[in-house]
Structures are given as structure tokens and as C-alpha cells.
Nanobody, 122 residues
Framework: QVQLVESGGGLVQAGGSLRLSCAAS????????MGWYRQAPGKERELVAG???????NYADSVKGRFTISRDNAKNTVYLQMNSLKPEDTAVYYC????????????????WGKGTLVTVSS
């Protein structure tokens, strides 16, 4: 139906940068809000950043000023630019999207990617 595929994770030293991408494909009529979540070992999944279809954004306090979320509606893709990375940013990062599908245009459904690992070394 709908697939979300993340890319761009990897190993980086503290202070470095990474850019995550998440492309949605499938029976998509429209994508409403999109976002990035992360889950560190032994911790609950948490919201990192979100963006509406119109481009309004919100961020977790821990990443404000360092991370930037953006999206390309024509490509059904959301990005997360991560700068000044810290060891505590180490986690699996998941893409999330509220998708209105072509077979159910009256309401959206939540879809998740499988995650991409970001490791920040000190």
C-alpha cells in the first residue's frame, strides 16, 4: 500500500553532520504531516521533529537549533538535516507520515519506515 524508506544514517564523530531522507511510495493520494522519531537503546521512541504539509515545523527541545526538518511534496520526501551532532543523538531514526491513500481518501493513516541507525562517536 504505502512504503516509507529512510536513508542517510551512519557513523559520525561528535560535531559532525548527517542528512536523513525518507521517501514515501505506493497508493498515495496526499501526505499530511510527516515527522522523524528516534529510539535510543533502552529508551522510548520520541518525536524529534515534525512538519505539516504547509511547512510548519516543530522540534524537540534537545535538537532545536541543530536539526532542520524539510519536505518536498512533489517527491513525497521528508528530510532531516542534523548538525552539531552529539553522542546522545545516537539512536535509530524512524520516519512517520500521515498518508491519505487512493483507496481511502476520507481519512489518513499512520505509516512508519523501518528506521535508519545514527551513531555519534565521542
Amino acid at each position: 500500500q504505502v512504503q516509507l524508506v529512510e536513508s542517510g544514517g551512519g557513523l559520525v564523530q561528535a560535531g559532525g553532520s548527517l542528512r536523513l531522507s525518507c521517501a514515501a511510495s505506493g497508493l498515495i493520494f496526499r501526505i499530511n504531516a510527516m515527522g522523524w522519531y528516534r529510539q535510543a537503546p533502552g529508551k522510548e521512541r520520541e518525536l524529534v521533529a515534525g512538519i505539516t504539509r504547509g511547512g510548519s515545523t516543530n522540534y524537540a527541545d534537545s535538537v532545536k537549533g541543530r536539526f532542520t526538518i524539510s519536505r518536498d511534496n512533489a517527491k513525497n520526501t521528508v528530510y532531516l538535516q542534523m548538525n552539531s551532532l552529539k553522542p546522545e543523538d545516537t539512536a535509530v531514526y524512524y520516519c512517520n507520515a500521515d498518508v491519505v491513500t487512493t483507496f481511502s481518501i476520507n481519512s489518513g493513516m499512520d505509516y512508519w519506515g523501518k528506521g535508519t541507525l545514527v551513531t555519534v562517536s565521542s
